[in-house]
């Protein structure tokens, strides 16, 4: 089976600091690993994705992401925090071996105090 | 391309109605999934389409709901006999299965089922 943790349910920084958002997986297989962003009463947008290919993955609004195999640890950063980062951030692991595919963790909410 | 779109984006019903959420994937995505998100909380898995298969619906809650997927299309959540805590977000999402492996999902907005 596959399974996600979020290690923090809400992290709280200041503006213009660094984020880190904690996330390890649990997988039989190699999966494909996704971060998504869900701004308050908004969809859920994709922030990046990792596939096998490059082990540091830049996602879209100044965050990224690296995959530790050793560590089963796919952590979220971004060197500076803006206002505009305050949402819920969830972490996915799939693997097409895994019958619906795609686990969700079950999401940390960042604030971002001015 | 469009992308993924629910509807209704907004749903009132009386408890013990029935309700149908209407959700259309992004066009050659084979697969679909149907979630449920409550106020405050993260993304319940409910049912997940892909292809022909037989769908998995191991994470519908009661047999008070069901789904159809007409082919690689549109697909209908129908809900029986609504209970009050069924007012959420149901959410789809589909994604492009390729050479075997699925990539991202795409969400649709949601619909907000609120149940008095």
């Known amino acids: 089976a596959q399974s996600v943790t979020q290690l923090d349910s809400h992290v709280s920084v200041s503006e213009g600091t660094p984020v880190l958002l904690r996330c390890n997986y649990s997988s039989s297989y190699s999966p494909s690993l996704f971060w998504y962003v869900q701004h308050p009463n908004k969809g859920l947008q994709l922030l990046l994705k990792?596939?096998?290919?490059?082990?540091l993955v830049k996602g879209i609004n100044g965050f990224e992401a690296e995959f530790k195999k050793s560590e089963t640890s796919f952590h979220l950063t971004k060197p500076s925090a803006h206002m505009s980062d305050a949402a819920e951030y969830f972490c996915?692991?799939?693997?097409?071996?895994?019958?619906?595919?795609?686990?969700f963790g079950p999401g940390t909410r960042l604030s971002v105090l001015p | 391309g469009a992308g993924v779109s629910q509807s209704p984006s907004n749903k009132v019903t009386e408890k013990g109605k029935d309700v149908e959420l209407r959700c259309d994937p992004i066009s050659g995505h084979t697969a679909l999934y149907w979630y449920r998100q409550r106020l405050g909380q993260g993304l319940e898995f409910l049912i997940y389409?892909?292809?022909?298969?037989?769908?998995?619906k191991s994470g519908l809650p009661s047999d008070r709901f069901s789904a159809e997927r007409t082919g690689e299309s549109v697909s209908t959540l129908t809900i029986q006999r609504t209970q009050q805590e069924d007012s959420a977000v149901y959410l789809c999402?589909?994604?492009?299965?390729?050479?075997?492996?699925?990539?991202?999902?795409?969400f649709g907005p949601g619909t907000r089922l609120t149940v008095l």
């Open positions: 990792y596939t096998s290919a490059a082990t």
């Open positions: 389409f892909q292809g022909n298969s037989a769908p998995d």
């Open positions: 999402a589909s994604s492009l299965v390729s050479s075997g492996r699925h990539n991202e999902q795409f």
């Open positions: 996915v692991v799939s693997h097409y071996n895994y019958g619906q595919n795609f686990v």
